[in-house]
């Protein structure tokens, strides 16, 4: 702040009077310009570091997602390996471990993504200095990740829950048949819950083209099993049922909009 000093000679006349006004008002301005100017670079100075820090963050979550994807695959393949095991059981009671289609293995992995220079930008006041696109961008983004770590979460605990019957006996040949069916009811749940983190997954690609490693539909389907085609005999029910959903609203790319004729069918957008 710069101090303004009014002339140390006394006024006599009005014009010296009105000469002493128009000094202190034009001090004054000079010294809110050269303030605001300041102030205005410092802004900009915050700015700059907050986008570089942002970037930065960016392109960590990036290689995490990249991580997570593999992630996700192999913890497909792990629990469809453990849900095998346990129908297999089912169907062959008394079977020895040896006569397993393979082992229970349960996986998961528990990194969040990172928002350290989000929040630091928000609690710094520095979102308020940017335009509204850029922070509702940064909004929804940040907004993701916390839905697909929610989702990572809710997976981790349905696969402690899987776990569960190792606490006693590690050994699945030795469940009772009411427990191998509570077993599989948990592994099913497991299943779907990490289908819940895939999708969020796939639609944060799917908003965020720099997200480019990104899940196939394949790799949702591996879960849950969409036809690829509608044979003719059930030509007449899926006609029903698209009659039905269409009524609510049309949407040509949620289902398929006539019956089979070998066609592929089009599963539901996740």
Known sequence: MLDVHPPHNPTHTWRDFFIHVATICVGLLIAIGLEQGVELVHHRHEITEAREALRAE???????????????????????????????LQRHPGASPDQLPGVLTWHYEA?????????????????ALMSRAEVRQYSTLYAQF???????????????????????????????????????????TAL????????????????????SYRPRVADLQTIVHFPDTYPPSVAGPLARTIQRIDAAGKAADWFPQ?????QPSTPPKP
Do not use: C, M
Not at 58 to 87: G, H, M, P
Not at 111 to 127: H, I, L
């Open 192 to 211: 779907l819950k990490h289908l819940e983190h895939g999708v969020l997954l796939f639609n944060l690609a799917a908003l965020y083209p720099d997200f």
């Open 111 to 127: 990194e969040p993504f990172p928002e350290s220079a989000w929040v630091t930008a928000q609690q710094a006041g520095v979102t």
């Open 258 to 262: 006539a019956p089979s004729s070998g």
């Open 58 to 88: 960016r392109e960590d979550s990036r290689k995490l997602f990249a991580q997570q994807i593999v992630y996700f695959r192999r913890e497909t393949a792990a629990l469809e390996n453990n849900l095998d095991v346990l129908l297999y």
């Open 146 to 188: 916390h839905l697909i770590d929610a989702r990572l979460s809710d997976y981790q605990i349905a696969v402690v829950e899987a776990e569960r019957y190792s606490v006693q006996d590690s050994d699945p040949t030795h469940l009772a048949p009411s427990a191998l069916a509570d077993e599989i009811e948990l592994t099913k």
